[in-house]
């Protein structure tokens, strides 16, 4: 089992920046992949961010250029720093972990974090 708790969320002007982090205990070795969602009002959840546990990165276009994931060194936190915000990021921003279990990957989920962009 693995758990996972967000913070960092909040409210920011158009253009401002935010830093979200996520906290992971428990079964960390078993982490294969850690990212950050988001889900706006109305719409579905979509992956913003991924690192791997080899340090590999990727970003859903909307994040290119602005947001930057990235972990502590004990690979229990995981970072996302987001600049040049926008009205249209304004979302729910959940963490999510892949558990290595039996035959599988297994999703965990944080409880989600606000963030609100606006002036």
């Known amino acids: 089992q693995v758990q996972l708790v967000e913070s960092g969320g909040g409210l920011v002007q158009p253009g401002g920046s935010l830093r979200l982090s996520c906290a992971a205990s428990?079964?960390?070795?078993?982490?294969?992949?850690m990212a950050w969602y988001r889900q706006a009002l109305g719409k579905e959840r979509e992956l913003v961010a991924l690192?791997?546990?080899?340090?590999?990165?990727n970003y859903a276009d909307s994040s290119k250029g602005r947001f930057t994931i990235s972990r502590d060194n004990a690979k229990t936190t995981v970072f996302l720093q987001m600049n040049s915000l926008k009205s249209e990021d304004t979302a729910v921003y959940y963490c999510?972990?892949?558990?290595?279990?039996?035959?599988?990957?297994?999703?965990?989920w944080g409880q989600g974090t606000q963030v609100t962009v606006s002036s």
């Open positions: 428990g079964s960390i070795s078993l982490i294969n992949t």
């Open positions: 999510n972990a892949l558990v290595v279990g039996v035959g599988n990957l297994y999703p965990y």
């Open positions: 690192i791997t546990r080899g340090g590999s990165t």
